[in-house]
């Protein structure tokens, strides 16, 4: 992807142009099930669920299967959302909402139990202005969770540079968890680090390193809960 293209991931044109030209589904980073028994871990089937960027993804499908029955989907682009409300208008327990992250205002706040990023996040922090527009993302992520909300950010990045945006924005609790970033093709043998067991995690992330090597090839899970002081 050129650095033009890149920055072009917060803009709606962009993926209104994607999504024209790639019908098809495609999951970033990793598919439904590779993350199930994190998100089982972590987001009762009782909550109701907001998945922001969810694009063609079959993740939100594999969520309803899995027993979940309150699943909101957002997207910025028009095209990828009238083409999932259309996949999707016989399933009562998903819904598809064409809505820009970075202003929910359509939704009150506490709307949800739990919020799912898989890629967003990182598209907006490819743009012009990344600093200012994932700060407003993650302060309307906060303002629609509810009190012990969760928003699980799944990235690539590490937790030097996702650490300080995350505590500068709101005042999240965070654990972080990582996966393989091969485990969608095939489980590994040897995993770096067992999903389900959360990371080491001291203040600047350091500790991170430690536990796992340099540069290790995974992608980080953030549970970012929200408490009210």
């Not at 920055?7 to 439904?32: I, L, V």
């Not at 993740?59 to 996949?87: L, R």
């Not at 040897?190 to 992330?205: A, M, Q, R, S």
Request: proline share 6%; with cysteine.
């Amino acid at each position: 992807m050129s650095t033009a293209g890149s920055q072009a991931y917060g803009e709606q044109w962009y993926w209104d142009n994607r999504y024209s030209n790639e019908p098809n589904p495609f999951d970033w980073y990793q598919k439904y099930h590779t993350l199930a028994p994190i998100i089982n871990l972590y987001v009762p089937r009782s909550l109701n669920i907001l998945v922001v960027g969810s694009g063609n993804s079959a993740f939100s499908e594999g969520m309803v299967d899995d027993g979940y029955t309150d699943v909101v989907n957002i997207d910025i682009s028009s095209v990828v959302i009238e083409a999932m409300q259309n996949k999707y208008r016989d399933c009562p327990h998903m819904k598809y909402i064409k809505m820009d992250v970075r202003d929910m205002s359509p939704f009150e706040s506490g709307s949800f139990g739990a919020i799912i990023d898989k890629g967003t996040l990182d598209s907006i922090l490819c743009g012009n202005n990344s600093r200012q527009h994932a700060t407003k993302m993650l302060e309307e992520a906060w303002r629609v969770l509810g009190d012990k909300g969760v928003y699980i950010l799944v990235t690539y990045g590490d937790p030097l540079y996702r650490l300080p945006l995350l505590r500068d924005s709101c005042s999240w609790t965070i654990k972080l968890h990582v996966i393989d970033k091969l485990a969608s093709e095939d489980e590994p043998d040897n995993p770096v680090w067992e999903l389900t067991k959360p990371v080491p995690l001291n203040d600047d992330g350091s500790s991170v390193d430690e536990a796992l090597g340099q540069n290790p090839d995974v992608h980080y899970i953030y549970i970012c809960t929200k408490e009210i002081k």
